[in-house]
C-alpha cells in the first residue's frame, strides 16, 4: 500500500496563504483593468494612482458602443474588407491557379517564382510604396485602400497553393467532360469547380482571416 503524506495544519495554512497571495499577484492586473474601466480620464492619469473610483463613471462604455470608434464600426470594418478580399482572391486565384497548372504558357516558370518571391518579401517592405501609390489614386482612408493592399498577398499565396491542388485532379475528368459536348469553360465550371471545393475552402478562410488579422 502507499503510503499517504500527511501536511501539518500549521504548514497547510503557510501554503494556503502562499497560494491566495500568488494568486492576488496575477489577478492584479486584471483587477487594474476593470476599476480604470470605471474612472474617468483624470483620475486614471492621477499621482498617486487611486485602487477606487473616486465616481464610478460608464462613459469608457458608452464610447465603445456608441462613439466613433465603437466596437460594432469595427466590427463591421473587419468583416466587409475581410469579406471583399476573400471574394476578389477568389475571383483571380482560382482561374489563375488553373490556368497555371494546365495550359503550358510562356514565361510560366518565371510567373510562378515571381509569386513565390512576393511570400518571401516582408510586409512592412510594401507598405510604403502602396502607400504612394493609394495617396496618388486617392483611395486612402477609404475601403478600397486596404482591400487592395491584402489582395496584394493573399492572392499570389491562394495561387501557388491552389495550382498544386489542380495539378492534383486527373485530366482524365476534363477529358471526359469534352467527349460528353462540354467545352474548356462548361468542363472547369462543371468538373473541376466541385471537385475543387475543399481546396477552394480553404483559400478561402486564409484570405479571410488573413485580411481579419491584418
Not at 487594474?32 to 499621482?47: C, G, P, T
Not at 465616481?55 to 469579406?83: H, M, P, V
Not at 514565361?107 to 502607400?131: C, D, N, R, V
Request: with cysteine.
Amino acid at each position: 500500500m502507499e503510503e499517504r503524506r500527511y501536511i501539518k495544519p500549521r504548514t497547510n495554512i503557510i501554503l494556503n496563504i502562499i497560494a491566495v497571495i500568488v494568486g492576488a499577484i496575477f489577478l492584479f492586473p486584471l483587477y487594474w483593468v476593470i476599476i480604470s474601466s470605471f474612472k474617468s480620464d483624470a483620475e486614471i492619469f492621477r499621482n498617486p494612482p487611486t485602487f477606487f473610483p473616486e465616481q464610478l463613471t460608464l462613459s469608457a462604455y458608452a464610447a465603445q458602443i456608441t462613439g466613433e470608434y465603437s466596437i460594432f464600426k469595427g466590427f463591421f470594418n473587419s468583416c466587409f474588407i475581410s469579406f471583399s478580399v476573400l471574394v476578389i482572391t477568389l475571383l483571380f486565384a482560382v482561374p489563375s491557379a488553373y490556368g497555371l497548372a494546365r495550359y503550358r504558357i510562356k514565361g510560366k516558370k518565371l510567373f510562378i517564382q515571381s509569386f513565390l518571391i512576393t511570400q518571401m518579401l516582408p510586409a512592412t517592405l510594401l507598405l510604403t510604396p502602396m502607400f504612394i501609390i493609394f495617396g496618388r489614386f486617392r483611395i486612402l482612408n477609404t475601403y478600397l485602400s486596404p482591400i487592395l493592399a491584402d489582395c496584394t498577398i493573399s492572392i499570389p499565396f491562394v495561387v501557388i497553393i491552389l495550382r498544386t491542388y489542380f495539378l492534383s485532379i486527373p485530366k482524365e475528368l476534363e477529358d471526359s467532360a469534352r467527349v460528353d459536348g462540354c467545352n474548356t469553360f462548361q468542363a472547369f465550371i462543371r468538373i473541376i469547380l466541385p471537385v475543387s471545393y475543399p481546396g477552394i475552402i480553404m483559400a478561402a478562410v486564409f484570405s479571410f482571416l488573413f485580411a481579419w488579422g491584418i
